[in-house]
């Protein structure tokens, strides 16, 4: 009974996204009021048919009814409550189910917190993300559809992937789905003021705290992605170039590009086309990720379930939403022309640049995704690895690391390179100190470490002396980007050392042996077999000590849940502030309890997460200048009587 | 038209071209299309067997027909498809050669261990390198090579009773006259 409750309230918001896309935008070409003021009540009440739906589906695995298709795929009896609720969305189904109530959350809360926008304006934003809403519910109603019943109900279920029965696995989701979705918000806002004919600044003005809020959470998601695969898949990577992964990491370039392109075609009226054209590529990277994922097109380590027609389906999408907004966007062309005029030398300038960066950045590592599907057109397979993506990006940062401090540097429309240069001077020769000590700490260094820590100190210094020289006088949008840019540094010198600094061995262990490591004492216990939960582990003990004193005590295991049959690596991880222990089980080699046992040192690579996380903060705190929302109520008056008169 | 519209619809046309791109890879990906390989012959390879010191490579296959099964412990497909791999392999039609694809040694040992071991010797290719030359998409995937070491097919996915007698076997029958010896 209850899945077909979860059935009806899917449809009905099927409908209701139906009537969200058709009857505010009907009435705004129609000049009806009260048509136009349908907007909002639909997106509440979609947003509250899908919240019960996506609870029924909660429910029906805590209540483990197996009659429910997909309950019964990704779910058993033993399997603990955590996991039966994050089980909802541990699947393409659920997953795809919860997508829908994220977008739905996004719909809701731009009809909340818009008071300040017009009832035209309103109209359009909402229904277009009624468009959005309306293409992913029939996704899931018709193509994937998570209450579907197989009758008889089968005594147990499957089990749920011992990949995803993880905390991180829990919150990464939801996370990430918050800023994939939330792109659609710009996205929206965009082609709302295309279909008006008219983006003037208060469009954008109003589309930055979304843009940035969005942009944060999806920094957030790629984080816990990253320290996921980290500690999860035991092979002390942290990133993998994984096709999967840069459906992620795509949009999130985009977005970068588009945050920065955004205070230029906010500020100085220029770049406006420019903008809507990241604010379509940042939403549609998103789609086409979901596509990428979904459809099988291609393999990955993650490897979702994949069909085809799913695939079919979600091109189509693709191909509507990014199309048609392209589409606009050409017969709009005229009415996007900037007119704020501005030299080479100036912040403009270099704010463009950021985007063009980021923007290759996205087009280079679309490329490498796409690159055995373009050489399987031709008859040809290839596959395109890390070194591609690795030295690819590299590239790309440096000019980026370069440049950033200028831009913060630099006055609008006009300026003079020396004086930026002047006063970036003192910051120049203290990033030389701080990067020459950090070399000396941690020689040798090789170019791109070294390379790698210059920019971290560069960036991080210029940032602080911008503070010295700015303190007082600073809004929560100046904050936000510092507090960002400092994720920047820290990010960056991160990666340096974690990538070049590494150290790994491989080695049989046999129980009371010792190996030194790095002045690291790490001694094997040995290896007992536990039955934890759902699953049965081989715990390894290590003790680990340094001069004599014991620094950690850790429990590698190699785990075997008994429903799937398959074996998993949980690496045992002692995590510091300037390095981690990382040690995991290979296989029992011998009889005499000889391991197979990897240790890696893996210097400050709680900074590259740390830094991640500075950047998601910065880009919340910006959202939250009251600027963007006071500003736009001054304005109020003055849209309406602009769009009357339109 | 006006000049910046012209302009204004490039965009437009990169991202349709895209999208047909992406439909003939979806296209591609249905597992019925053969593999482009098929009909010529076995790319070079030269790998360290898994079960002893030995290295194969494409002479010490030479003069007999056999499947080559990619695989790998990772991969729970290739778990799925085992039994069938078993099966085909008792009936001693021709020898299955293994091709441990992207596997750590002591898990594919592991895994051996475990579901037992159907064939007659494992090529490890770690790095995926001669996976790639052969046009691995993902495991599991075999392939049937003929005697004078062409490719005369190759089964994306699990093997199963309907391709091992629709496909498999037709084609088995077709090139015997190809083993030496």
């Known amino acids: 009974m209850l899945a077909e409750i979860g059935q009806f309230t899917l449809v009905f918001a099927l409908l209701l996204s139906l009537l969200l896309t058709v009857l505010p935008l009907y009435g705004y070409f129609t000049k009806n009021n009260s048509l136009m003021h349908t907007a909002r009540p639909l997106a509440y009440l979609q947003l509250i048919f899908l919240l019960v739906s996506f609870l029924i589906l909660v429910s029906l695995f805590i209540l483990q009814d197996f009659s429910v298709t997909y309950v019964w795929r990704n779910s058993n009896l033993e399997l603990p409550l955590r996991y039966r609720i994050s089980a909802t969305w541990g699947a393409h189904e659920g997953s795809m189910l919860l997508w829908l109530l994220i977008q739905a959350i996004w719909t809701g809360a731009v009809a909340f917190f818009s008071k300040s926008l017009s009832r035209t304006q309103i109209a359009r934003v909402l229904s277009v993300l009624g468009i959005i ?20 109900a089968p005594f147990d279920g499957n089990d749920l992937n011992p990949l995803l029965q993880d905390i991180g696995l829990i919150i990464h989701p939801p996370i990430l789905y918050m800023g994939y979705v939330g792109l659609s918000v710009p996205f929206a806002i965009s082609i709302a003021a295309l279909i008006g004919g008219k983006i003037d600044d208060t469009w954008i003005r ?10 944060g959470f999806l920094t957030f998601g790629i984080v816990l992605g ?23 990491f795509l949009p999130w370039l985009a977005g970068t590009a588009l945050i920065h392109v955004q205070a230029v075609s906010e500020k100085r009226n220029a770049f406006r086309g420019w903008t809507v054209l990241l604010a379509i590529l940042g939403f549609s990277l998103s789609v086409l990720g979901t596509f990428l994922v979904r459809s099988g097109v291609l ?30 966007y050409a017969i ?17 300038t270099l704010l463009l640049a950021n985007s063009i960066i980021f923007s290759v950045a996205c087009f280079m590592v679309l490329l490498g995704t796409l690159f055995p599907l373009f050489f399987e057109a031709f008859g040809k397979k290839i596959s395109v690895g890390p070194p591609y993506f690795g030295s690819m990006f590299f590239m790309m940062m440096v000019p980026m690391t370069v440049l950033l401090p200028l831009g913060m540097y630099y006055r609008w429309q006009k300026d003079e390179m020396k004086r930026v240069l002047q006063q970036l001077l003192p910051s120049l020769g203290v990033t030389l100190l701080l990067a020459m000590v950090i070399w000396f700490m941690f020689k040798p260094l090789n170019l791109k470490a070294s390379l790698g820590v210059f920019g971290a100190s560069w960036i991080f210094v ?5 503070f010295k020289q700015y303190k007082g006088k600073l809004t929560r949008a100046v904050w936000g980007m510092q507090i960002a840019h400092i994720g920047v540094a820290i990010y960056l010198f991160g990666v340096s050392m974690t990538e070049h600094t590494d150290f790994e061995i491989d080695s049989l262990m046999l129980p009371g042996e010792v190996k030194t490591v790095q002045g690291y004492d790490i001694e094997f216990k040995g290896v007992e077999v536990k039955k ?22 850790m429990n590698p295991q190699k785990r075997y849940y008994p429903k799937k049959g398959n074996p998993m690596t949980e690496a045992a991880i002692d995590p510091g502030f300037t390095r981690d222990l990382y040690i995991s089980l290979g296989e029992k080699i011998n009889e005499q309890g000889g391991w197979a046992v990897r240790i890696y040192i893996k210097p400050f690579i709680r900074w590259m997460w740390g830094g991640g996380i500075l950047m998601m903060l910065g880009g919340f ?6 600027r963007y929302f006071r500003h736009a109520k001054q304005m109020k008056q003055k849209n309406i009587d602009q769009y009357l008169k339109a | 038209m006006n000049k910046t519209i012209v302009k204004a619809l490039v965009p437009l046309v990169i991202f349709l071209s895209l999208v047909i791109l992406l439909y003939n890879g979806l296209g591609k990906d249905t597992r019925l299309l053969p593999s482009a390989l098929i009909d010529k012959p076995v790319p070079k390879f030269s790998l360290p067997s898994l079960l002893n010191d030995k290295i194969i490579d494409n002479n010490s296959l030479k003069g007999q027909m056999y499947l080559l099964n990619v695989w790998g412990s990772w991969c729970p497909n290739c778990r799925i498809e085992h039994p069938m791999v078993t099966e085909f392999a008792r009936q001693n039609i021709i020898p299955v050669y293994g091709l441990n694809y992207k596997d750590e040694d002591a898990d594919a040992k592991a895994w051996l261990n475990q579901f037992g071991n159907p064939y007659t010797d494992i090529l490890v290719d770690l790095d995926g390198r001669v996976g790639i030359d052969f046009g691995v998409y993902g495991a599991p995937e075999t392939f049937l090579i003929d005697g004078n070491g062409i490719i005369r097919h190759k089964i994306v996915g699990e093997l199963n009773p309907q391709n091992i007698q629709n496909e498999l076997l037709p084609m088995i029958d077709k090139y015997k006259n190809t083993i030496k010896n």
């Open chain 1, 206 to 215: 109003w589309s930055r705290p979304w843009t940035n809020a969005a942009w």
């Open chain 1, 133 to 152: 809403s309306l293409g992913f519910a029939a996704f899931v109603f018709f193509m994937s559809n998570p209450f579907l019943r197989s009758i008889p």
């Open chain 1, 332 to 348: 709009r062309a005229n009415k996007l022309k900037s007119q704020g005029g501005f030299q080479l030398s100036s912040r403009e």
């Open chain 1, 532 to 553: 934890i939960e759902n699953y049965q582990a081989s715990q390894g003990h290590f003790v680990v000590s340094k001069n004599g004193k014991v620094v950690a005590e």
């Open chain 1, 621 to 626: 705190w910006a959202a939250s200048d009251r």
């Open chain 1, 462 to 466: 210029s940032v602080l002396l911008y």
């Open chain 1, 226 to 248: 990253s320290w996921w695969a980290y500690y999860e898949l035991g092979w002390g990577g942290w990133w993998f170039w994984d096709p999967v992964e840069n459906a992620s």
């Open chain 1, 299 to 328: 393999t990955s380590v993650h490897a979702f379930a994949s069909d085809p027609s799913r695939g079919v389906f979600v091109l189509t999408l693709l191909a509507i939403y990014a199309g048609g907004a392209l589409f606009l």
